[in-house]
């Protein structure tokens, strides 16, 4: 795995990365995948697909592979491979501002992961939030050391104090990508009553991050 760390990568987001069609046959995939009862719905709000399944999507596989590149090149990073998608409907009665994800944290299993905007959010959506961590490093120790009830123990959130200033809600337009390492400081926003937020989200394995799994099973 290789990293650019003169940048020390936490999040970055591109503005208009994919373009108006793009996103017009993304939503057409998001409303066929949450009215067909035959997809993954490991959740109400998430359809989740696999590496495998989204190679029978062109749109989803073509733009899977633009975000690839993103990482490759600009962010400098190799060994990289798409995981899974999720297709994530957020509405209010979901969200608890007291309960992760909605408390800034990390993940226990790292990823690289972008969040495609299909819609124009604003705050009232529950964006994403990100934050800069004052020692970035300091989370890979402590993922790497995480018993298994350690969401019960609340042992990945991260406090104020371990922020450069406060977490930032990443408000957008549809068509924008956000991309983010999850050792990263970021946690889900509160969606207000009447409004809903619809992203998809591309997860990606990276050689190196998380050794016990093995990275030829993403291949």
Same mark, same amino acid.
């Given at each position: 795995? !290789?990293?650019? @760390?003169?940048?020390?990568?936490?999040? %970055? +987001? &591109?503005?208009?990365?994919? =373009? $108006?069609?793009?996103?017009?046959?993304?939503?057409?995939?998001?409303?066929?995948?949450?009215?067909?009862?035959?997809?993954?719905?490991?959740?109400?709000?998430?359809?989740?697909?696999?590496? !495998?399944?989204? @190679?029978?999507?062109?749109?989803?596989? %073509? +733009? &899977?592979?633009?975000?690839? =590149? $993103?990482?490759?090149?600009?962010?400098?990073?190799?060994?990289?491979?798409?995981?899974?998608?999720?297709?994530?409907?957020?509405?209010?009665?979901?969200?608890?501002?007291?309960?992760?994800?909605?408390?800034?944290?990390?993940?226990?299993?790292?990823?690289?992961?972008?969040?495609?905007?299909?819609?124009?959010?604003?705050?009232?959506?529950?964006?994403?939030?990100?934050?800069?961590?004052?020692?970035?490093?300091?989370?890979?120790?402590?993922?790497?050391?995480?018993?298994?009830?350690?969401?019960?123990?609340?042992?990945?959130?991260?406090?104020?104090?371990?922020?450069?200033?406060?977490?930032?809600?990443?408000?957008?337009?549809?068509?924008?990508?956000?991309?983010?390492?999850?050792?990263?400081?970021?946690?889900?926003?509160?969606?207000?009553?009447?409004?809903?937020?619809?992203?998809?989200?591309?997860?990606?394995?990276?050689?190196?991050?998380?050794?016990?799994?093995?990275?030829?099973?993403?291949?």
């Amino acid at each position: 795995m !290789k990293l650019n @760390k003169e940048n020390n990568f936490e999040y %970055s +987001i &591109s503005r208009s990365f994919l =373009s $108006h069609e793009n996103v017009s046959l993304l939503s057409s995939e998001f409303g066929r995948a949450f009215n067909d009862p035959k997809t993954n719905k490991i959740h109400p709000g998430v359809v989740q697909f696999s590496a !495998k399944q989204i @190679k029978s999507s062109e749109v989803l596989s %073509s +733009i &899977s592979g633009q975000i690839m =590149s $993103h990482f490759t090149d600009a962010i400098n990073v190799s060994g990289i491979a798409l995981d899974k998608v999720w297709f994530v409907k957020s509405q209010s009665k979901d969200t608890d501002p007291k309960k992760l994800p909605y408390l800034p944290h990390f993940d226990k299993h790292r990823y690289l992961k972008a969040m495609v905007y299909l819609h124009d959010v604003v705050e009232d959506h529950g964006p994403i939030h990100l934050g800069k961590l004052t020692n970035p490093s300091d989370i890979d120790v402590r993922r790497k050391g995480l018993p298994t009830n350690y969401k019960e123990l609340g042992l990945n959130t991260i406090s104020a104090r371990e922020l450069k200033s406060n977490m930032m809600p990443i408000l957008g337009s549809k068509g924008d990508v956000i991309f983010f390492d999850t050792n990263a400081a970021h946690c889900a926003g509160i969606v207000s009553q009447g409004f809903e937020r619809h992203v998809i989200r591309f997860d990606f394995e990276v050689h190196g991050f998380n050794p016990r799994r093995s990275f030829f099973l993403y291949c």
